[in-house]
């Protein structure tokens, strides 16, 4: 079980999720060079590929350093609550994609009241750090406010935050890091995520 890690994505429709995935795919080497990933890996439901929405949750197998990460799509809206609970109780971990200009939306909070009710402790990922309207220090305060109005943890509110722009490929733990590649993203994944606990 040490080479696995079950991992939910928490995000607001057009954040960025499902280039951010696709770009970890590629950069895995989970897809071979020649291979196209496909756009949009996650939205496989045709009126979620024509609206960009999530109803039904998915799960994307990443193979990375030898181990194993699954992500798993949760719906991003109040309405699917039952499979937002039975999403999360299958991970040990949430990734919170969140837009660097608009930062957390209304109907992202719903999922992470939930996750964070869970126990689950976040990694939050601020996206689009590339916009030139993009105010990432900003964002990250919004998201430590609101995880303190939701009644966060101690642990919960030490996340760890990576700044990415996943349509350029790269992500870093600092904004003056160097913009190289998706790595920063999946180590702290390995970091930060438990391997899932239990029989199986």
Same mark, same amino acid.
Request: proline letters at 4%; hydrophobic letters at 40%; charged letters at 25%.
């Given at each position: 079980?040490? +080479?696995? /890690? +079950? ?5 607001? *429709? ?9 770009? #970890? ?14 756009? @949009? *890996? ?6 979620? /590929?024509? /609206?960009?929405?999530?109803? #039904? ?28 609970? @039975? ?10 994609? !969140?837009?660097?200009?608009?930062? *957390? ?14 126990? &689950? @402790? ?7 750090? =590339? ?13 430590? =406010?609101?995880? !303190?109005? &939701? ?15 996943? @349509? +350029?490929?790269?992500?870093? &733990? +600092? &904004? ?25």
């Amino acid at each position: 079980m040490e +080479n696995i /890690r +079950n991992i939910a994505v928490i995000a607001h *429709v057009d954040h960025g999720k499902t280039t951010m995935v696709d770009e #970890l795919l590629k950069q895995s080497g989970t897809f071979g060079a020649h291979q196209s990933v496909g756009e @949009r *890996v996650m939205d496989s439901n045709d009126i979620e /590929r024509e /609206r960009g929405i999530t109803i #039904l949750s998915k799960n994307t197998a990443i193979n990375y350093k030898g181990t194993k990460i699954n992500i798993i799509d949760t719906p991003g809206h109040a309405d699917f609550g039952g499979e937002v609970e @039975r999403v999360l109780k299958m991970v040990d971990g949430v990734l919170l994609l !969140v837009d660097a200009q608009e930062g *957390v939306m209304p109907q992202t909070k719903f999922v992470v009241k939930k996750a964070l009710s869970l126990g &689950l @402790r976040p990694i939050v990922v601020v996206n689009k750090i =590339d916009k030139p309207a993009g105010d990432p220090d900003r964002v990250v305060n919004e998201i430590f =406010d609101l995880f !303190v109005a &939701l009644e966060a943890n101690d642990e919960q509110l030490e996340f760890p935050v990576v700044y990415a722009a996943a @349509r +350029n490929g790269y992500a870093k &733990l +600092n &904004l003056s890091d160097e913009n190289k590649d998706m790595q920063p993203l999946f180590e702290t994944i390995l970091t930060h995520v438990p391997a899932p606990s239990g029989d199986v």
